[in-house]
Nanobody, 121 residues
Framework: QVHLVESGGGLVQPGGSLRLSCAAS????????MGWYRQALGKERESVAT???????NYADSVKGRLTISRVNAKNTVYLQMNSLKPEDTAVYYC???????????????WGQGTQVTVSS
């Protein structure tokens, strides 16, 4: 069994900062990309940032320069540092990992349960 557990969401004022963490645990053979998606109320889920096992990153245009993704491979953990937050960043944030579990023959996408981020004064 593989689990992704997020932490770090909450309520923050506009211009504030939050740091999200997501740890993958269980019987993991290897992990390719990890990343963060978000879904605002009434909207579709969208990609926020992704990072490869080698550290290559991609960001949505709306978050470039404000959000930073990083990972620690030895801990199977991905982070999202969020600065200069705006009300439009309010959403449920989901982490994901493209990983191969022990006993599996290929990599699959696994998702966390989501953590709420609310940016409001």
């Amino acid at each position: 069994q593989v689990h992704l557990v997020e932490s770090g969401g909450g309520l923050v004022q506009p211009g504030g900062s939050l740091r999200l963490s997501c740890a993958a645990s269980g019987s993991i053979f290897s992990i390719n990309d990890m990343g963060w998606y978000r879904q605002a109320l009434g909207k579709e889920r969208e990609s926020v940032a992704t990072i490869s096992s080698g550290g290559n990153t991609n960001y949505a245009d709306s978050v470039k320069g404000r959000l930073t993704i990083s990972r620690v491979n030895a801990k199977n953990t991905v982070y999202l540092q969020m600065n200069s937050l705006k009300p439009e960043d309010t959403a449920v944030y989901y982490c994901y990992a493209n990983l191969r579990a022990l006993g599996d023959v290929r990599h699959r996408d696994y998702w966390g349960q989501g953590t709420q981020v609310t940016v409001s004064s």
